[in-house]
């Protein structure tokens, strides 16, 4: 059975139809990525994955369960997290708070953001392994403001990781970023735990390939093509649609 299921998903805004009768299956740990020129609903499908935006038609399963109705809040705690295209962090705050807001968010107990002082000793040492497992613990106490665009990045990746996700929802974790930052965040990607699966929009063509066990194509917000990557690099429609010069892409 797998992980995630999308049923036969539509959305329109007004008059536009962003997804037609999206479907798409992810099993348990797989890396599946998500192509398809500007525009083409990638982040409105990721949307509708996690009810941040209601679906018109059809369904989003977990493990089974259909989720297409429950709030995003809820969507957490059942193992599904994301980051967003846009940044999604606090810059005022320090890396190592910001890991602590993450996880508190997971916690059965509320968390005051205005008493640091009442970390817990759970959170604490999560946080240090996590600052320690990813190689940033010397970045602890530098305000996320202070960061390279790269490296605020890297810790929503990070963060939305905080929550052990059954599935992570990654929307184009490389764009904006410097070739080394881009290679280095497709590493990242690839040590992610098996544990975790992965949906990935992403344009970079090299990180898209490196990471993936499954690609599918979205154009006009229809799913044109689903395949491994080999079927994707050789299928003459996405050459043509995607490669081929006629939509525009992301530098
Ligand atoms: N809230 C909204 N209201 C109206 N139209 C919207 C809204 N959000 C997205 N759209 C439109 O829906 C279409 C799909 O947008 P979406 O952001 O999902 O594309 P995308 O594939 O993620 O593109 P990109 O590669 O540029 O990130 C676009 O035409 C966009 O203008
Ligand atoms: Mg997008």
Redesign the pocket.
Known sequence: MSLLKVENISKSFKTLQVLRNVSLEVGPGERHVIIGP?GAG??TLFHCITNILPIDAGAVYLDGKEISKLPAHRLVHLGISRTF?KNNLFGDLTVEENIHLALAAKKPYRYDIFSPLTVRSDIRKETNDILEQWEIADRRHVKVKHLSYGEQRLLEVLLAMASNPKVLLL??PTSGMSPAETAQTAAMIQKLPRSIALVV?EHDMDVVFSIADRITVLHHGEVILSGSPDEIRNNEMVKKIYFGGGAKQHA
Request: no cysteine.
């Open positions: 500007n990638k982040t295209q929307d184009e929009v």
